[in-house]
């Protein structure tokens, strides 16, 4: 079945360092893909999403590109803030398998210090 | 346009009681979802409604159930409670299809059982 794996946290960084974390996937179709994040007391909130090979997606600094030939969608932020300390999940939508659902990755917890 | 609520935002139950848990989408929105975040488990899909009819339900025993009414709202119910349902209910609504609309998710229902 679908899957998806992304690295463990927490990760912690400096203000204004560089962050990547990696999230690859298993798909019987042609998914859509998204991160997600979620900031402490409060539910999901999308933050950026590709729908199709190459597709990047992009919003607040953070990008991802879906990589099909690697199954991949590693999220990256040039330079991150305090305000960025959150769990981040990574998340597919098969129409070709289950269909009509998200399947996340376990999150990988950010902190960010000044 | 307000967001997806869900009511109640706490719950503390005891363990053989049963509970009832709303969610109202973004108006215009027909898909419901709902989702279980645990930290053993993550985050894990329950079931989707569309249109009052299920037309998706995830890998969860028979205690957990829900519904969709004519304006989309939906409840989900889960009987008989154990320790191991303690858990924040999250909920999200998509447009149409989840697998390729974004699904916008409320701030969950925190639920303890004693």
């Known amino acids: 079945g679908d899957s998806v794996t992304q690295m463990e946290g927490p990760v912690t960084l400096s203000e204004e360092a560089f962050l990547t974390i990696n999230c690859t996937y298993t798909?019987?179709?042609?998914?859509?893909l998204f991160w997600y994040v979620q900031y402490p007391g409060e539910g999901l909130q999308l933050l950026l999403k590709?729908?199709?090979?190459?597709d990047k997606g992009s919003n607040k600094g953070f990008e991802a590109t879906y990589r099909k030939e690697t199954t991949s969608f590693h999220l990256e932020k040039g330079s991150v803030q305090v305000s960025d300390s959150a769990v981040y999940f990574c998340?597919?939508?098969?129409?070709?398998?289950?269909?009509?659902?998200?399947?996340f990755g376990g999150g990988t917890r950010l902190m960010v210090k000044p | 346009k307000a967001g997806v609520t869900q009511t109640p935002r706490y719950l503390i139950k005891t363990r053989g009681q049963q509970v009832t848990l709303s969610c109202s989408p973004i108006?215009?929105?027909?898909?419901v979802s709902w989702y279980q975040q645990t930290p053993g488990q993550g985050l894990q899909f329950l079931f989707e409604?569309?249109?009052?009819?299920?037309?998706n339900k995830g890998n969860f025993p028979g205690r957990f159930s829900g519904r969709q009414f004519s304006n989309s709202r939906s409840e989900m119910n889960v009987s008989t409670l154990e320790l191991g349902d303690s858990a924040l209910y999250l909920c999200?609504?998509?447009?149409?299809?989840?697998?390729?609309?974004?699904?916008?998710f409320g701030p969950g229902t925190r639920l303890t059982v004693l």
């Open positions: 409604y569309f249109s009052e009819t299920q037309r």
């Open positions: 108006s215009g929105h027909r898909s």
């Open positions: 998340a597919l939508s098969d129409p070709g398998g289950a269909g009509n659902m998200l399947t």
């Open positions: 590709a729908t199709k090979a190459d």
């Open positions: 999200a609504s998509s447009r149409t299809e989840p697998s390729t609309d974004t699904q916008y």
């Open positions: 798909a019987t179709g042609y998914p859509s």
